[in-house]
């Protein structure tokens, strides 16, 4: 295994002492030297040479001897030592590599070929370091296809920066595939040239598919918000106006805009199975203005939708191919895919929503649901639209008929003559209205008159409720609801309209349209209240 870690050695103890011999090495030498200069010259000159200098060049040369070999066994020591050193290295660093999961590699920066890798190659990879001693270029292999160039243009990048950090996918020869994160740095020689790249590679499969699932979340968490705002904004919509018209321009906008469609259309039912197209939207063509437009037919024709209509359910036909009542759907024989969705109020069916497509299979059940959550409030307000449409009609005629109240209240006051001429047209129309009247005191409720329209409805004789309080016989359901016309009154302008909920002698209560205003009656300040059943008089519109 090629050494990666270069080993610092550490200051050894004996440092001061080997300067210190190399000192008296090199003192002692000289000292020789300049003795045997000396003796050679005497013996140039011819000269006696003392016997004590001749033992001290002696004692030099043997110094010089002793030092330099004590120098030499030292270093030869010290050469043993880092030998140790660089074993007991190399044998942590190999333990170390052989036991962490991460891969621990080494290029070359020339050739880009493998130099080192550990065992945890095997483990990520999936193939043998034996491949890699073969074959140093052999991890390419490894790396996926779709990822192979973008890794190898940064690595070959690297060998020039220095640096390398990349996600990428690896497959395993069975073709299962992972993801790793490799990092890289470089290792500079003397030159300051990048000669290798060392770094490591991880396993973050699952780290990897713990994000996807976490951006899978966060998109469906971004997609539950947005449908909930739109269907936010679509019942606020449908709610803000009352009118037919507005409510059904909300509604197909709103609808076209949950389910994506070619063509979405809002049917209304009038009577049992008759189905006209109240609002439409094509996405390629304009409706087409035929004589007998609007779309309209018998829903007994189609038996499809008459199965939709009886068991109120939601349909999506992935292929009208293969629904073999489609061809008597008409004017729908070039879409694919079909939606349909019942809007449904109070258990009773108002109508139907549908969207189609030329192609087939085009809707979801996901765009199935978001239909139906939608129905809902859009039911509710067709629903109210309804109402609302009929008691507006009503309350006119009902304003017509307190006008003419009024009108004999006026003549009342212009002279007595005219009041009994009054009175009696009053009393007239008191009388013969078919709608109930009723005369009671502010302050107690107390009733003084009613017409025979008034018996009728609530089941009293008038004998039974003249000197009677309402409160006493509790023809208010809710007490409340006379207070807060009272206090209308109070501002001094008529009450029309309002749908309240008044009680018949039997307990049964009645929804009823009432309109009051205040008068005065024998004297007594009092109101004189019109009421009907709003049931029948919706009846009476829609026949």
Same mark, same amino acid.
């Given at each position: 295994?090629?050494?990666?870690?270069?080993?610092?050695?550490?200051?050894?103890?004996?440092?001061?002492?080997?300067?210190?011999?190399?000192? *008296?090495?090199?003192?002692? =030498?000289?000292?020789? /030297? #300049?003795?045997?200069?000396?003796? @050679?010259?005497?013996? +140039? !000159?011819?000269?006696?040479?003392?016997?004590?200098?001749? *033992?001290?060049?002696?004692? =030099?040369?043997?110094? /010089? #001897?002793?030092?330099?070999?004590? @120098?030499?066994?030292? +270093? !030869?020591?010290?050469?043993?030592?880092?030998?140790?050193? *660089?074993?007991?290295?190399?044998?942590?660093?190999?333990?170390?590599?052989?036991?962490?999961?991460?891969?621990?590699?080494?290029?070359?920066?020339?050739?880009?070929?493998?130099?080192?890798?550990?065992?945890?190659?095997?483990?990520?990879?999936?193939?043998?370091?034996?491949?890699?001693?073969?074959?140093?270029?052999?991890?390419?292999?490894?790396?996926?296809?779709?990822?192979?160039?973008?890794?190898?243009?940064?690595?070959?990048?690297?060998?020039?920066?220095?640096?390398?950090?990349?996600?990428?996918?690896?497959?395993?020869?069975?073709?299962?595939?992972?993801?790793?994160?490799?990092?890289?740095?470089?290792?500079?020689?003397?030159?300051?040239?990048?000669?290798?790249?060392?770094?490591?590679?991880?396993?973050?499969?699952?780290?990897?598919?713990?994000?996807?699932?976490?951006?899978?979340?966060?998109?469906?968490?971004?997609?539950?918000?947005?449908?909930?705002?739109?269907?936010?904004?679509?019942?606020?919509?449908?709610?803000?106006d009352l009118r037919m018209d507005i409510v059904l321009d909300a509604l197909l906008q709103s609808l076209t805009g949950l389910v994506s469609c070619e063509c979405a259309r809002?049917?209304?039912?009038?009577?049992?199975?008759?189905?006209?197209?109240?609002?439409?939207?094509?996405?390629?063509?304009?409706?087409?203005?035929?004589?007998?437009?609007?779309?309209?037919?018998?829903?007994?024709?189609?038996?499809?939708?008459?199965?939709?209509?009886?068991?109120?359910?939601?349909?999506?036909?992935?292929?009208?191919?293969?629904?073999?009542?489609?061809?008597?759907?008409?004017?729908?024989?070039?879409?694919?895919?079909?939606?349909?969705?019942?809007?449904?109020?109070?258990?009773?069916?108002?109508?139907?929503?549908?969207?189609?497509?030329?192609?087939?299979?085009?809707?979801?059940?996901?765009?199935?649901?978001?239909?139906?959550?939608?129905?809902?409030?859009?039911?509710?307000?067709?629903?109210?639209?309804?109402?609302?449409?009929?008691?507006?009609?009503?309350?006119?005629?009902?304003?017509?008929?307190?006008?003419?109240?009024?009108?004999?209240?006026?003549?009342?006051?212009?002279?007595?003559?005219?009041?009994?001429?009054?009175?009696?047209?009053?009393?007239?129309?008191?009388?013969?209205?078919?709608?109930?009247?009723?005369?009671?005191?502010?302050?107690?409720?107390?009733?003084?008159?009613?017409?025979?329209?008034?018996?009728?409805?609530?089941?009293?004789?008038?004998?039974?409720?003249?000197?009677?309080?309402?409160?006493?016989?509790?023809?208010?359901?809710?007490?409340?609801?006379?207070?807060?016309?009272?206090?209308?009154?109070?501002?001094?302008?008529?009450?029309?309209?309002i749908i309240t909920r008044l009680r018949m002698k039997s307990g049964d209560i009645k929804l009823t349209a009432y309109s009051a205003d205040r008068i005065h009656f024998d004297?007594?300040?009092?109101?004189?209240?019109?009421?009907?059943?709003?049931?029948?008089?919706?009846?009476?519109?829609?026949?």
């Amino acid at each position: 295994m090629p050494s990666v870690v270069g080993v610092r050695s550490k200051p050894s103890s004996n440092a001061v002492p080997s300067r210190a011999w190399r000192v *008296l090495s090199m003192v002692a =030498a000289a000292i020789s /030297v #300049i003795l045997a200069i000396t003796i @050679f010259g005497a013996k +140039l !000159q011819r000269l006696e040479v003392s016997p004590l200098i001749l *033992l001290v060049l002696l004692l =030099a040369i043997c110094t /010089v #001897i002793f030092v330099h070999g004590r @120098f030499l066994l030292h +270093l !030869q020591g010290q050469h043993r030592q880092t030998a140790g050193a *660089l074993l007991t290295s190399e044998h942590d660093f190999q333990q170390m590599a052989d036991n962490i999961q991460e891969i621990f590699w080494m290029l070359d920066a020339r050739t880009k070929k493998t130099l080192y890798v550990n065992q945890a190659y095997e483990t990520i990879t999936r193939r043998s370091c034996q491949s890699l001693q073969q074959d140093p270029s052999s991890y390419v292999e490894a790396i996926h296809p779709e990822d192979r160039p973008h890794v190898l243009a940064k690595l070959d990048e690297a060998t020039r920066t220095g640096q390398f950090d990349e996600r990428f996918r690896v497959v395993w020869p069975n073709g299962e595939m992972r993801w790793v994160s490799v990092r890289g740095f470089p290792v500079r020689d003397e030159d300051g040239s990048i000669c290798r790249l060392v770094g490591t590679a991880q396993d973050i499969t699952a780290q990897k598919q713990a994000e996807e699932q976490v951006s899978k979340n966060l998109a469906l968490a971004e997609g539950a918000w947005a449908e909930s705002e739109a269907l936010r904004k679509a019942t606020l919509a449908l709610t803000q106006d009352l009118r037919m018209d507005i409510v059904l321009d909300a509604l197909l906008q709103s609808l076209t805009g949950l389910v994506s469609c070619e063509c979405a259309r809002i049917w209304l039912l009038e009577g049992e199975t008759r189905l006209f197209v109240a609002r439409e939207k094509l996405r390629h063509e304009e409706p087409k203005k035929e004589p007998n437009y609007p779309l309209t037919l018998d829903a007994a024709d189609v038996p499809f939708l008459q199965r939709i209509l009886a068991s109120q359910k939601s349909v999506i036909v992935s292929d009208t191919k293969e629904e073999t009542d489609w061809k008597t759907f008409k004017n729908h024989a070039h879409l694919r895919s079909w939606l349909c969705v019942p809007l449904v109020a109070s258990q009773r069916t108002l109508g139907l929503l549908s969207v189609g497509h030329t192609q087939p299979e085009c809707f979801t059940g996901e765009d199935l649901r978001r239909a139906e959550l939608l129905a809902i409030p859009a039911a509710v307000a067709i629903q109210n639209s309804r109402l609302y449409e009929c008691a507006s009609i009503y309350g006119s005629e009902l304003e017509k008929r307190v006008n003419d109240l009024h009108e004999a209240k006026r003549a009342m006051e212009e002279s007595e003559e005219g009041r009994k001429v009054s009175d009696e047209r009053f009393q007239k129309v008191f009388r013969s209205s078919p709608i109930p009247f009723s005369i009671t005191t502010v302050k107690e409720g107390r009733f003084l008159d009613v017409n025979g329209a008034f018996e009728l409805r609530y089941g009293y004789s008038r004998a039974e409720l003249i000197g009677h309080t309402v409160h006493e016989l509790k023809m208010w359901e809710d007490p409340a609801d006379r207070s807060l016309m009272l206090a209308q009154l109070q501002k001094g302008g008529p009450i029309r309209n309002i749908i309240t909920r008044l009680r018949m002698k039997s307990g049964d209560i009645k929804l009823t349209a009432y309109s009051a205003d205040r008068i005065h009656f024998d004297g007594l300040e009092c109101i004189l209240a019109v009421s009907e059943d709003v049931s029948q008089y919706e009846q009476r519109c829609e026949n």
